[in-house]
């Protein structure tokens, strides 16, 4: 089956960039989605089709695919950007939805 | 504005049954794929398979063929979610989730979920 890697953490001063992977076979011939879910809270879509922001997302969120990794950039990452992040695609071999194992994104 | 108001949570015991509501709201129902996702405590997302509305077709995660089956009632926009022959690790919140795309069951459309339930804790315990 498909699987999808990602760093289960990630540190980031307020300010700064932070950039969160996700790796997997061929993963960029695959459309990369990303979720923001914060505790207690459902997921969120931030980033679909490797790099679109849906309307109401800031535009510190950013995103690319390629080769087998697909990665989440967040520029000037605000303490309200602290939350989990997961990385999804379509696996057409299998038609099945993957998420990776998510990454803690903490800033401090 | 779209809604996915799930059920409540439930309590079961080891080989029993749940099933969980999702009653869909502002938007056309049959036009959008739903999808079932879970996230056991402390863990990550785990996808559990497809159903579509329009005709009640499914896709099944391989893990959990035979165990869980998706079904609706267009009268009231509501999708199904039932799980069979429950163990602790069933133990996990449960989210229905809409297709961001119209019509779109995955591959070059597939433009993730754009609108989750609010969840719906199953606690699986003796």
């Known amino acids: 089956s498909y699987e999808l890697t990602q760093p289960p953490s990630v540190s980031v001063s307020p300010g700064q960039t932070a950039s969160i992977t996700c790796s997997g076979d061929?993963?960029?011939?695959?459309?990369a989605c990303w979720y923001q879910q914060k505790p207690g809270q459902s997921p969120m879509l931030v980033i679909y089709?490797?790099?679109k922001r849906p309307s109401g997302i800031p535009e510190r969120f950013s995103g690319s695919n390629s080769g087998n990794t697909a990665t989440l950039t967040i520029s000037g990452t605000q303490a309200m950007d602290e939350a989990d992040y997961y990385c999804?695609?379509?696996?057409?071999?299998?038609?099945?939805?993957?998420f990776g194992g998510g990454t803690q994104l903490t800033v401090l | 504005q779209v809604q996915l108001v799930q059920s409540g949570a439930e309590v079961k015991k080891p080989g029993a049954s749940v099933k969980v509501s999702c009653k869909a709201s502002?938007?056309?129902?049959?036009?959008?794929?739903m999808h079932w996702v879970r996230q056991a405590p402390g863990q990550g997302l785990e996808w559990m398979g497809i159903?579509?509305?329009?005709?009640?077709?499914?896709s099944y995660a391989q893990k959990f063929q035979g165990r869980v089956t998706m079904t609706r009632d267009t009268s009231t926009s509501t999708v199904y979610m039932e799980l069979s022959s429950l163990r602790s690790e069933d133990t996990a919140v449960y989210y229905c989730?809409?297709?961001?795309?119209?019509?779109?069951?995955?591959?070059?459309?597939?433009?993730?979920?754009?609108?989750w339930g609010q969840g719906t804790p199953v606690t699986v315990s003796s």
């Open positions: 989730a809409r297709e961001r795309e119209e019509y779109c069951s995955g591959g070059s459309c597939f433009k993730g979920f754009n609108y």
């Open positions: 502002g938007y056309t129902f049959t036009s959008y794929y």
């Open positions: 159903f579509n509305p329009s005709d009640g077709g499914t």
């Open positions: 061929k993963l960029g011939n695959k459309y």
């Open positions: 089709q490797d790099s």
């Open positions: 999804q695609a379509w696996d057409t071999s299998t038609a099945d939805v993957v």
